[in-house]
Nanobody, 119 residues
């Protein structure tokens, strides 16, 4: 089992920045990918960014050049630095990790943190 605790959401003006953090605990040695998803009201949850144990990253086209995902393996923590925020970035952001034990992959989700971009 992996437990995830997120922090860092809030209200920010357009053009501003926020940094989200997600700390993992429990069976962290089995984690292979960490990432962030978001869900806006009335929309489906969508991928924002992921990062592998080796540091390979993947971003949604809508956030490329504005968001940066990183991780501190020693702290089992993944970060999402969000710059040049737009109202369309308003959503609940969820931390997600993929845990691999042999052939079995399990996904874990954080509780979500609200990000609101508004003037």
């Amino acid at each position: 089992q992996v437990q995830l605790v997120e922090s860092g959401g809030g209200l920010v003006q357009p053009g501003g920045s926020l940094r989200l953090s997600c700390a993992a605990s429990g069976s962290t040695l089995s984690i292979v990918i960490m990432g962030w998803y978001r869900q806006a009201p009335g929309k489906q949850r969508e991928l924002v960014a992921t990062i592998t144990n080796g540091g390979n990253t993947n971003y949604a086209d809508s956030v490329k050049g504005r968001f940066t995902i990183s991780r501190d393996n020693a702290k089992n923590t993944v970060y999402l630095q969000m710059n040049s925020l737009k109202p369309d970035d308003t959503a609940v952001y969820y931390c997600n990790v993929a845990s691999l034990r042999g052939p079995i992959e399990t996904r874990y989700w954080g509780q979500g943190t609200q990000v609101t971009v508004s003037s």
